[in-house]
């Protein structure tokens, strides 16, 4: 019903920048909130930051100041704007929204997530 299909990861030297975009398609009547979120090996996942339909957003401490949140509603596409990258920010990056799809109520759709690698 709700797809995200992610795309922009990939290997960045530490200072450098990455911006990563998810798409949601399908059958969708209104999504509220999209989000980021990443996973580093052997820890669990954790939020990066989330941005809601009116496009108030939130952020983790970890990436305040670095990072920023961005969405088209037109397109349906949330983006996330990674500056001043450090290695611990090494993670599988998972898109999600809050979706409304036709046949269905809330809920919460995730991407297949995108490797981001930032290492010398």
């Known amino acids: 019903q709700v797809r995200l299909v992610e795309s922009g990861g990939g290997l960045v030297q530490p200072g450098g920048s990455l911006r990563l975009s998810c798409a949601a398609s399908?059958?969708?009547?209104?999504?509220?909130?999209m989000g980021w979120y990443r996973q580093a090996p052997g820890k669990q996942r954790e939020l990066v930051a989330t941005?809601?339909?009116?496009?108030?957003?939130n952020y983790a401490d970890s990436v305040k100041g670095r990072f920023t949140i961005t969405r088209d509603n037109t397109k349906s596409t949330v983006y996330l704007q990674m500056n001043s990258l450090k290695p611990d920010d090494t993670a599988v990056y998972y898109c999600?929204?809050?979706?409304?799809?036709?046949?269905?109520?809330?809920?919460?759709?995730w991407g297949q997530g995108t490797q981001v690698t930032v290492s010398s």
């Open positions: 399908g059958s969708i009547l209104a999504i509220s909130a």
């Open positions: 999600n929204c809050n979706a409304l799809p036709r046949y269905s109520d809330y809920g919460d759709y």
């Open positions: 941005i809601t339909s009116g496009g108030s957003t």
